[in-house]
Every structure is written in C-alpha cells, then in structure tokens.
C-alpha cells in the first residue's frame, strides 16, 4: 500500500475530537479513582462548553468544579488526536493530580488507592453547596472571579503572602494602590496572575495562572487563604 493511501486510510479512522476528549475524560477518572480513591464524574455542561466540569462524590455529598478548556488544552487534546506518544497518559495523569490536590491538597500525590483510601484526611465541607472555582470572566474574559467557600483559613499577613509567593520560581508580589498583584516575571515581559483587593476579600485569577494546571493548585490556596484573611489582621 503506497504511503499516501495508508495516511488517508489511517485519518479516516482515527476518533474525532470529541471522542478523544472523552477518552481523555476517563483516563483521569480512571486514574483518580487508582491512586487516590475518588470517585470523580467528568462532562461538558452544555451551559458551559468552555469548561471541563468535574463533580466529586464523597459519599455524602457531591462537590462540582469547572476547569477551562483553553486553547492550549485544546492544543493537547488535537495532538493526542493526533496519536502523539503517550500525551494521553501524561496529560490525564497530570490532571489526575492537579485534581486530587484541589480537593485534597494534604494527600501527597502518586499514591495507590489503598493507601489513600487508608491515609486520606476526611474533608469537611460548612455546608452541602455545590463549590464552583470559576464563576464568571470579567476585564473582557481576561479574569475569571473564584467565588469559592473561604472555610477554616489561618490569618495570613502580607509578609507572609509576600513570602509564600515568592518562594515560587520567578514569582513576587506588587502593591499598587487598590490591590496587591502575583506577577511572573519572564525574559520578555511580567505577566499578571492574580490580584487581591486591600480593603476587602475580592481576588481575580489571571487566565495566564489558570493555565497552570499544576501549580495553580499549590498558589491559588495561598491567594484564596490571603484573601480571606481580616483586612485588619493583614
């Protein structure tokens, strides 16, 4: 068979993107339910096609979350259509994890079920609210307001913020007159990541932090518990 003609035969039977999200949808819920014992649902609202939304059932209640599906997770998704050599398993396994530490961020990652299922802390919720991390985009779809419950926060001044922040690579923090800002400092340019009013508990997160998969998870906490703190008790 002449190399054209197994191409061409080849993309015809390879699954459409839909197919492969989905498939990729069940990869993390495979893998959540492996190495951390959570039992995760995975779909498309079709009130916001926009956003992966994930809905955790802890057994006595169920927890729902959306994750944007940007263009650069579009991107992954087109090259694992493509049949790019395990981006699958790396991708779902990263969003596995990225997953299991918003919802459980004191389990230690890459752990098998049975352990997790023995070591896990039980996580308890003020009330049975659905929690939603992103819940509406502002500044021309720019920022998306996290509106999440602030429960059980320890008081956080600014030097403490200021130093959590900074101990990631390339991060540090600004005051300007409104709001202190989380920027990136990179070769070509700062990029905005988050903001945090001073006079009171309003917080944005920057699309550029969102797409962070992993490390948002570990930042966005400390904004969230920032945040949460008294404006005196800063």
């Known amino acids: 068979m002449k190399k054209k003609q197994k191409q061409k035969l080849l993309k015809q039977f390879r699954p459409n ?28 609202d079709p009130k916001k096609k926009d956003d992966m939304t994930v809905a955790f059932n802890n057994g006595q209640q169920v927890q729902q979350f959306t994750v944007p599906m940007d263009e650069n997770f579009n991107t992954v998704v087109k090259r694992i259509q493509k049949q790019e050599k395990g981006l699958l398993d790396r991708f779902s396994t990263n969003l596995a994890d990225s ?10 990652q ?9 070591s896990q802390e ?34 956080m001044t600014v030097a403490n913020f200021v130093e959590k922040i900074e101990s990631f690579p390339k991060f540090t923090v600004k005051t300007t007159g ?3 800002e989380v920027i990136e ?50």
């Open 17 to 44: 993107f839909e197919q492969v999200r989905l498939q990729l949808f069940n990869e993390i819920v495979s893998k959540a339910k492996r190495d951390y014992n959570l039992s995760l649902d995975i779909f498309i």
């Open 185 to 234: 400092k990179t070769p070509k340019e700062e990029r905005l990541l988050a903001t945090v009013a001073k006079d009171s508990d309003a917080f944005t997160i920057e699309k550029a932090l969102d797409r962070k998969y992993k490390l948002k998870t570990e930042v966005i906490p400390i904004i969230e518990a920032f945040a949460a703190t008294p404006v005196s008790d800063r």
């Open 122 to 155: 039980v996580v308890e919720e003020p009330d049975t609210k659905q929690a939603t991390p992103q819940k509406e985009t502002e500044k021309n779809n720019v920022a998306e307001v996290h509106d999440e419950k602030k429960a059980n926060h320890d008081a």
């Open 99 to 108: 997953i299991a530490s918003y919802l459980q961020p004191n389990l230690p």
């Open 178 to 180: 409104d709001h202190y």
């Open 110 to 118: 890459g752990l098998s079920s049975t352990t997790a299922a023995d």
